[in-house]
């Protein structure tokens, strides 16, 4: 099996020097065990912070093994009852073509005809149950309200534009890093106001865009772009925090936003979250996904690189918003 393993911390922005291709061979099946080949994998931003050595709400990467990831894939030899060969499994078994581990590891996901498997990585799965959760259990979503969302057309972001309006928000703006993807944002995702963070300093062009101010904010990058909400956040306004990518490969501390007492003059709500703690919502997620999906209501976007040896370009160019909609490792 061919495995991508970090043999280094990086400093900053990851190098290719931090990681290795490793070759792993797996022994004959034992009792309980599947041999899964994997179709798609999944490179996060959050795994960057798990290639610090620093105490999280999930452990660091181990040196010299393999990183681990969201992957789907299908069984293809079973000395295990419950999950036979053909069976498409959702796991954490990532960074890798081909996975041998005991059954319980795995997680059966049925195969919709007509919808590519990598989907269980994106806008039916994690990142897509990100902004379901972000707006309804962190933000409390009312309908009518106005909403900014930071890093909007990248997998999260897609996702949210989309199901705030499902859910009956008034006026959602979005922001990102290329004219491409803005004015995808409002020509697919239903966005209705969108712009390039890169054209104007964010809070120069979120104020024009929102001229009633905003209700809730859901946050993907942080910074300037916390600090520019902040300024037009409306009284009893939410804000789900639940990314911060602008300072993910930065060295230096981040100067906190100089408008922080907005929280307390407008009262605000600053929520964060970490999905793992709102897996009781996966059923009502599915659910509402399902027949929004099922009804042609929800559009997305994947940028697909090849080869597993090629997980780690995926992921920095991730990094770098290289990425329209969900980045997917084809393996
Ligand atoms: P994306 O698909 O959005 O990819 C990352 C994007 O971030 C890039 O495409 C790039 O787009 C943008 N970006 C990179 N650097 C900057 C910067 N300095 N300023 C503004 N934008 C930047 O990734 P995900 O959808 O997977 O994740 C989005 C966010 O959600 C991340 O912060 C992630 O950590 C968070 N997250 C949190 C979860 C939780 O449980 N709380 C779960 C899943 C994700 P552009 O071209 O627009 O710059």
């Known amino acids: 099996s061919t495995q991508i393993q970090l043999v280094r911390r990086p400093k900053g922005w990851p190098e290719p020097e931090d990681f290795r291709i490793a070759e792993v061979a797996y022994g004959e099946l034992a009792p309980g065990q599947v041999r899964v080949a994997n179709s798609f994998l999944s490179v996060d931003p959050y795994m ?62 049925p195969e919709i005809p007509g919808v590519p498997l990598s989907l269980r990585l994106g806008i039916l799965g994690m990142t897509g149950m990100t902004g379901y959760v972000g707006l309804t259990a962190i933000a409390d979503l009312q309908p009518g309200d106005t909403v900014f969302v930071s890093g909007a057309a990248g997998a999260v972001g897609t996702a949210t534009g989309q199901i705030a309006k499902l859910l009956g928000a008034g006026r959602v703006i979005g922001s990102a890093g290329s004219p491409e993807k803005v004015r995808l944002l409002t020509e697919k995702y239903g966005y209705d106001a969108a712009f390039n963070y890169k054209d104007a300093p964010v809070r120069q062009q979120l104020k024009a865009l929102a001229p009633e101010g905003v209700d809730v904010f859901f946050d993907n990058v942080g910074g300037d772009h916390l600090e520019a909400a902040l300024d037009v956040m409306n009284r009893d306004g939410r804000i789900a ?8 490969n930065s060295t230096e501390r981040a100067p906190g936003p100089d408008n922080l007492a907005k929280v307390i003059q407008q009262s605000l709500t600053i929520k964060g979250f970490t999905l793992g703690g709102y897996t009781h919502l996966r059923e009502e997620f599915g659910t509402r996904m399902a027949e929004w999906f099922g009804q042609g209501k929800i559009a997305y976007d994947e940028t697909i690189v090849d080869g597993v040896e090629h997980a780690v370009d995926a992921f920095l160019d991730m990094m770098r918003g290289k990425n329209t909609g969900k980045m997917i490792v084809r393996v």
Not at 76 to 93: D, F, K, R, T
Not at 241 to 248: E, M, T, V
């Open 48 to 109: 960057r912070g798990r290639m610090n050595d620093a105490k999280s709400y999930i452990p660091p990467f181990v040196l010299g093994e393999t990183m681990t990831g969201g992957a789907v894939g299908r069984v293809v030899e079973s000395a295990a009852e419950a999950l036979p060969v053909g069976s498409v499994v959702l796991h954490q078994y990532g960074w890798r073509d081909l996975v041998q581990e005991d059954a319980a590891g795995f997680t059966v996901v």
């Open 241 to 248: 925090a639940c990314g911060a990518i602008s300072l993910y």
